[in-house]
């Protein structure tokens, strides 16, 4: 049995052919990360997550794809763009990320305890429809679908009075821009281009 280093040691890199899928899917030229670490040294979840940046960057190049499509890591990332900032041949991990997500969902591979697909999918429906996210609304029906409804309760007469939340959505012009600029970030799944 091999452990995790003798993996993700550098004398194995390869070019599976999962990591030539994903590299086009994202953009990310992931070839040329020489795992420095700059990534996770500056990852403000790294220390918490289950596979570090330049981990997961590691297991696409080793072909590891069950173990980085079931991984928490590629659904706590919050895209803060530390990571290509840091990086010296800028290596786009947000944009593999989010190849990721797409292909942990394609595959059934999303972790039972992560409720960020839920929220990417009302936030995402939210913007498609009205152009902007409304607060309250996607509050309410993320609370609903985690079925998770008294946890934040408390907060909410404070952000309604300081008027962090608005009680009527309001609506953003350009519904048909919207929806060609989704079939355009779709890409080939969703048969248009």
Same mark, same amino acid.
């Given at each position: ?23 086009? #899917? ?8 020489? =795992? ?10 790294? #220390? ?32 803060? =763009? ?29 972790? #039972? ?9 009302? %936030? ?33 007469? #404070? ?11 309001? %609506? ?22």
């Amino acid at each position: 049995m091999t452990s995790a280093a003798q993996r993700l040691a550098p004398s194995r890199v390869g070019s599976p052919p999962w990591m030539e899928a994903v590299e086009p #899917a994202s953009g990310a030229k992931l070839t040329l990360c020489f =795992q420095c670490q700059k990534c996770t040294s500056g990852c403000p979840i790294a #220390a918490t997550a289950d596979i570090k940046p330049h981990e997961l960057v590691r297991l696409v190049q080793l072909g590891e794809r069950d173990e980085v499509l079931s991984s928490r890591m590629i659904w706590e990332c919050t895209s803060c =763009q530390t990571c290509v900032t840091r990086c010296p041949h800028a290596v786009d991990l947000p944009a593999m990320i989010d190849a990721l997500r797409r292909l942990s969902r394609d595959a059934g591979k999303v972790t #039972a305890d992560s409720t960020v697909p839920v929220f990417n999918d009302l %936030f995402l429906t939210a913007v498609r429809r009205m152009g902007r996210v409304y607060e309250l609304g996607l509050m309410a029906a993320f609370k609903l679908r985690t079925r998770n409804l008294f946890q934040d309760i408390g907060k909410l007469p #404070a952000m309604l009075r300081k008027g962090k939340l608005n009680l009527r959505p309001a %609506f953003v012009r350009g519904r048909s821009e919207r929806a060609h600029t989704f079939r355009r970030a779709e890409g080939p799944r969703s048969g248009k281009r």
